[in-house]
């Protein structure tokens, strides 16, 4: 049950955020977490329990809390910027990146000493089993939260579907995560965690191989089934991970554990999405600049920057040279980055 609200979000988050952006202003996409955060905290005070303090926990590592913050905030900062001209040779870029893994760094020779619990108790990483268990679940974050971004942009700009339209055809990768559930745990009790991680990678891997060759007119159905195997792949570590870690740890250090593996997750999904963002950013710039070469050789490039005068050579070359499944600047419904704002589509139609 523990796992359950990391299941349930990529099934209704997709489609609840279509509707509000279907219906409302996107906005309400950071707005819609005030009543919900407030019903979290009503929820929390009325039936969670009220345990006394322990003597042995000591104070709050508020030290630890300045120190990693930032870190993080600088390390996802650097990231995002050098997704713009130059990349990560920018000094905008490089210098976040270089101060979040100095005050990380400086996290670590802060946790490891210190004798009171600090804000993510990193001795407990020694234990081996628990150690490789919060790795899968960095790259497990990592795959789930990272391509929805890459998932979401494929169907309304490659298959030109709406934002609720989208939210809908994501829900099977949510479903699919269910279906191992009931089964997993048992499975990784008698034949151990170490099979039924690797089946479920090469499940997710499988799952995601069709839309590396993906088309504006390829099968929804067959999108679907896709992102059905990729869900059973992700739940099917997730779990296998989160029972293989946790049982080798004493009971005392099972709340440090449970915090430290729901960050990293966050982490690995805030990095990914950063990653896949500065690679996708990065290869738009490239196929822009491409074209704007093409079209000042044949004399005719539209004010966007992008080869124009269909029929012309500039516009045939751009055709040739960019895939259809990823295509700056060439409108209609074969259209990739470029072809029409987003915005413009959001309340398009929902087929």
Not at 157 to 163: A, C, E, H, L, Y
Request: contains cysteine; aromatic residues 8%.
């Amino acid at each position: 049950m523990a796992t359950l609200p990391v299941v349930v979000v990529p099934i209704f988050g997709p489609v609840i955020g279509g509707l509000i952006i279907n219906n409302a202003s996107w906005r309400w996409i950071f707005w819609v977490n005030t009543p919900i955060c407030l019903a979290a905290i009503v929820l929390a005070w009325r039936y969670m329990a009220a345990d006394p303090p322990s003597p042995e926990i000591g104070s709050f590592d508020l030290v630890g809390l300045l120190v990693l913050a930032p870190g993080l905030a600088l390390i996802i900062d650097g990231l995002s910027r050098a997704s713009g001209h130059g990349g990560f040779v920018t000094a905008g870029a490089i210098a976040p990146l270089l101060a979040g893994v100095a005050f990380t760094a400086g996290f670590v020779l802060h946790a490891l000493p210190r004798r009171e619990t600090p804000l993510i108790n990193l001795r407990v990483l020694r234990v081996r089993s628990y150690a490789a268990s919060v790795g899968v679940f960095f790259l497990a974050g990592l795959s789930l939260y990272g391509p929805l971004l890459l998932l979401g942009l494929y169907y309304q700009q490659v298959q030109d579907r709406s934002v609720l339209a989208t939210g809908l055809l994501l829900a099977p990768q949510g479903l699919g995560s269910l279906l191992p559930r009931t089964t997993v745990g048992k499975l990784t009790d008698q034949i151990g965690a170490r099979p039924i991680v690797v089946t479920g990678l090469l499940l997710t891997a499988l799952g995601t191989l069709p839309f590396a060759y993906a088309l504006p007119s390829t099968s929804e159905w067959l999108l679907a089934v896709a992102l059905f195997v990729r869900g059973a792949g992700l739940g099917s570590v997730s779990i296998a991970a989160m029972a293989s870690g946790f049982r080798d740890l004493q009971a005392d250090e099972v709340p440090d554990a449970s915090s430290t593996t729901r960050i990293l997750q966050q982490i690995g999904g805030s990095f990914g999405t950063a990653v896949l963002a500065v690679i996708l950013a990065r290869d738009a710039q490239r196929g822009v600049s491409l074209e704007v070469r093409i079209g000042m050789a044949d004399g005719c490039v539209e004010r966007s920057g992008a080869a124009s005068c269909p029929g012309s050579a500039a516009s045939r070359s751009s055709r040739r040279l960019w895939p259809a499944t990823w295509r700056p600047g060439v409108g209609g419904k074969d259209a990739g980055l470029g072809a029409r704002p987003l915005a413009e589509r959001s309340r398009g139609r929902l087929g």
